[in-house]
């Protein structure tokens, strides 16, 4: 069985960093996309970044880009989301997800995304 599990997050002052994992189990997504998206309470789920198979090719929203960085490491299959200058608009709950093609390309939209973790929690206070 295909599973997701994020961790790392946490209670974090405004201006600090935070670095998420998301450790895959069940078969390796070495040679498939994978990206970070966020749900604050009361919004809908948005798109943070996206990585391809090899880490060659990221994107970012508008809103993380300079402050949030995301990587992966296949050896280990985890993807991290490592996030700085973090302020109280990025408290949210954050998802991993993966796409089950293999060498597909990233995206942001949710729907293309296949197998998703229960999300971990973020919480920047002022």
């Known amino acids: 069985q295909v599973q997701l599990l994020e961790s790392g997050g946490g209670l974090v002052q405004a201006g600090g960093s935070l670095r998420l994992s998301c450790a895959a189990s069940g078969r390796t997504f070495s040679l498939n996309a994978m990206g970070w998206f966020r749900q604050a309470p009361g919004k809908e789920r948005e798109f943070v970044a996206a990585?391809?198979?090899?880490?060659?090719?990221?994107d970012y929203s508008d809103s993380v880009k300079g402050r949030f960085t995301i990587s992966r490491d296949n050896a280990k299959n985890t993807m991290y989301l490592q996030m700085s200058s973090l302020n109280p608009e990025d408290t949210a709950v954050y998802y991993c997800?993966?796409?089950?093609?293999?060498?597909?390309?990233?995206?942001?939209?949710?729907?293309?995304?296949?197998?998703w973790g229960q999300g971990t929690q973020v919480i920047v206070s002022s």
């Open positions: 997800a993966t796409r089950s093609a293999r060498f597909g390309v990233i995206s942001r939209l949710a729907g293309s995304y296949d197998y």
């Open positions: 990585i391809n198979w090899n880490g060659v090719i990221t």
